[in-house]
């Protein structure tokens, strides 16, 4: 059908001279309108009305017009388009809707030459009045009046809509009210809904219902004389309350009256906060988002609390001076200048009925770690300057510190090559094995043996090593006879680096609440005054921190003389987050991020050290241990050496000791060569020839 609709304004526009289409600006041409008559109007349910649409060329030509309008389909439903005293001779299609999408389309054409009209009728439309409310009859945007230019140029440039207002009947019986929701169009909260009519002494009896159809009727049984009735509670929707009177046997006509209740709050949501909950920006963007399923979502309200001290007194200067309100209302996102410090942020979601939902959400405005001041110098963490020349001074030193701890280095490792060049025959271990050698040697007499054996296990090792280690968180008041206000503003948690809060309402205006807190370690108890609002709202941030520990709280509300009882009191637990240094006051959060930006410097450093000296340890290492290895075998050959010509000179003994007795001094001789053979041997162990040996003879 579409396609079949596309090409017939085709094939008319053809006929009528029109082959392109350009732009309204291209030919200079005044712009075309299309709008609805009437613009306005009031309709009651179950009753038609009729409206025209009209187009006004604008003092120009036209062969072509497409008008595409959209309407409520809850609201409003179409009896019958008409097409009957239109301008248009030519319908592509004839007018079509859509009472399920709520749509409607007209497209039509005039041969050459076209029409230049003020006022020319395209259609009727009839609608019928489905629910009250208010409905918008709207031309769209892909509506056209095309210029019979020969170019189909489009110089629609405006659109009139319609706007209209559906009530229900003027009653046609009792007159009728509701003390619970006095006006029919707004949504009220409460489940429970009385109605009330009048009862004429002529009156034989009512019959009425509640229901959800805005046109239905009672049936004819008397439900009485009384003249008020009350519904309890009532799900949450729109209802009509319909009655009718018997007055002389006959039954009268039908009053509705409409009632929307909704007593759910709108759903839960979270305060998205951008960049972040912690952040070093100042006007951080706080985005609301939430829906109701029921009467929808009317307005959003937001409070921003200081839990720091100096920013607290600020703030509530500037709303005393400023006049504000306790909540104000805003839409989302919702941005302001704030100062360095912790925030509560709170906010509420009002529907239409006056539900709300409340979300708080911590803010932080942190000072960042540091800033480059093009013409100052660098803001480190948001404390103090430090100016250009201060820091090009520290640089420099700085610098200078690292240059020399690095010529440190370096000069370890000359004498580490120093040592590698000199040998391992300086090693503490190997000289010491090179003087029992060269004792011992000396002993036998044969020197020449000495040099060459000492010449082999000459060789350039040396050691050097180096380890470190780097180890790195209110209660309401009441009144008496006035009751008592309720809190709607308490902090879920708090800590003793944060300022404790309190709020609420109360049900008299101007009046004093009084707010007690008492500290049930030690029993000590203080209180504070502040004044409630013209709406009765009220709210105090403490003048200090408190000490951690566990408190209680309550409030009463002092009316002129009268005091009420006391609130129903709070529990709070102060939680240590600060350490108080004589006046002065280091949260945790600061402490953690002063240790853990120094623990991380030296465990970098530190890791850097030992990774660095841990390599070359190990690689010189290796080198060291071959080279005391080899010198070490090599220092063994020689003791065997020794160790044989002990045995030679013991065996020459002994055959001396068979042909004749040894003289004293051999003797002494014999028993010296035999200690230092076992000393000997206990260097070197045994040999291969010995091991051989000693494996043949098993």
């Known amino acids: 059908m579409k396609r079949t609709a596309k090409i017939g304004l085709l094939c008319i526009l053809v006929i009528t001279g029109a082959s392109g289409s350009i732009s309204l600006a291209q030919t200079g041409a005044r712009s075309a309108s299309l709008f609805v008559a009437p613009p ?3 309709f009651t349910v179950d009753s038609t009305f009729t409206v025209s649409i009209y187009v006004n060329t604008g003092g120009n030509f036209i062969n072509a017009v497409e008008a595409n309008l959209t309407f409520p389909p809850d609201k409003l439903q179409v009896v019958s388009p008409t097409a009957g005293k239109s301008f248009l001779q030519v319908w592509v299609n004839q007018p079509t809707y859509s009472n399920t999408a709520g749509t409607l389309k007209f497209q039509g054409a005039v041969p050459n030459p076209g029409i230049s009209t003020e006022s ?3 259609s009727t439309v009839t ?5 009250v ?7 769209s945007d892909t509506s056209q009046v095309l210029l019979n230019d020969g170019k189909g140029t489009n110089i629609l440039g405006q659109t009139t809509n319609g706007v209209y207002t559906l009530t229900l009947p003027p009653p046609a019986g009792p007159v009728v009210t509701s003390p619970t929701n006095p006006d029919q169009e707004k949504w009220y909260s409460a489940e429970n809904v009385s109605f009330r009519w009048e009862a004429l002494p002529e009156y034989q009896g009512f019959s009425y219902i509640l229901d959800q159809d805005p046109t239905d009727a009672p049936d004819d049984i008397s439900e009485g004389t009384r003249s008020g009735v009350q519904y309890k509670n009532l799900e949450d929707g729109v209802y009509y309350f319909h009655i009718k009177a018997l007055r002389g046997g006959v039954w009268g006509g039908v009053t509705h009256y409409r009632v929307a209740v909704d007593s759910a709050p709108p759903a839960a949501f979270a305060i998205a906060i951008s960049p972040s909950a912690y952040t070093s920006n100042r006007r ?5 988002e ?4 029921t009467s929808g979502i009317d307005h959003y309200e937001i409070k921003i609390i200081p839990v720091t001290p100096q920013n607290t007194s600020q703030a509530e200067s500037a709303d005393r001076d400023a006049g504000t309100p306790f909540f104000i209302e805003t839409v989302s996102p919702y941005s302001r200048q704030l100062a360095i410090g912790r925030y509560d942020v709170v906010a509420r979601a009002y529907d239409q009925a006056g539900n709300y939902y409340q979300a708080t959400s911590r803010l932080t405005i942190a000072n960042p770690i540091f800033e480059i001041l093009r013409d100052r110098g660098i803001r480190l963490g948001g404390a103090f300057i430090v100016p250009w020349p201060y820091a090009w001074t520290i640089l420099v030193i700085l610098v200078i510190v690292l240059s020399g701890f690095a010529r440190t280095v370096w000069q370890w490792h000359r004498e580490i090559e120093e040592q590698l060049r000199s040998g391992v025959h300086t090693h503490p271990s190997v000289v010491q094995k090179l003087d029992e050698l060269r004792r011992k040697w000396g002993m036998g007499g044969n020197k020449k043996h000495f040099v060459f054996w000492a010449l082999l296990f000459l060789v350039g090792f040396s050691l050097f090593t180096s380890a470190s280690r780097a180890q790195t968180s209110g209660a309401a008041a009441t009144n008496v006879s006035v009751q008592p206000p309720v809190i709607t503003l308490f902090p879920n948690s ?3 680096d944060d300022i404790l809060y309190i709020g609420g309402n109360a049900s008299t205006p101007d009046a004093q609440v009084i707010i007690y807190l008492q500290n049930t370690d030690n029993g000590d108890t203080v209180s504070q005054n502040v004044a409630t609002d013209k709406d009765g709202a009220w709210f105090f941030s403490f003048p200090g921190f408190l000490n951690s520990g566990r408190y209680i709280i309550w409030t009463q509300l002092k009316v002129n003389d009268e005091i009420s009882p006391p609130s129903p009191r709070l529990d709070l637990v102060v939680a240590p987050t600060a350490v108080q240094i004589g006046t002065q006051r280091l949260s945790f959060q600061t402490l953690y991020l002063v240790l853990l930006v120094l623990f991380g410097a030296l465990a970098a450093a530190l890791g850097g050290f030992i990774v660095y000296h841990g390599y070359h340890f190990q690689t010189k290492k290796r080198r060291l241990l071959a080279g005391i290895q080899k010198a070490e075998e090599s220092i063994r050959r020689g003791f065997a050496l020794i160790r044989r010509d002990i045995e030679m000179e013991l065996a020459t003994i002994h055959k001396a000791k068979l042909a004749k007795e040894l003289s004293f001094e051999e003797r002494l001789r014999e028993e010296k060569l035999l200690k230092d053979l076992d ?7 045994k040999e291969v020839w010995e091991i051989e040996k000693e494996e043949s003879e098993l």
């Open 679 to 685: 000393m000997v041997s206990s260097y070197i162990g």
């Open 120 to 122: 020319g009728l395209i």
């Open 494 to 496: 708090i800590s003793n």
């Open 290 to 293: 939430t829906t109701d399923v």
């Open 284 to 288: 951080p963007l706080l985005a609301l």
């Open 40 to 42: 306005v109007g009031i």
């Open 133 to 139: 409310g208010n409905a918008v009859l709207k031309i």
């Open 127 to 131: 609608f019928r009045v489905k629910s």
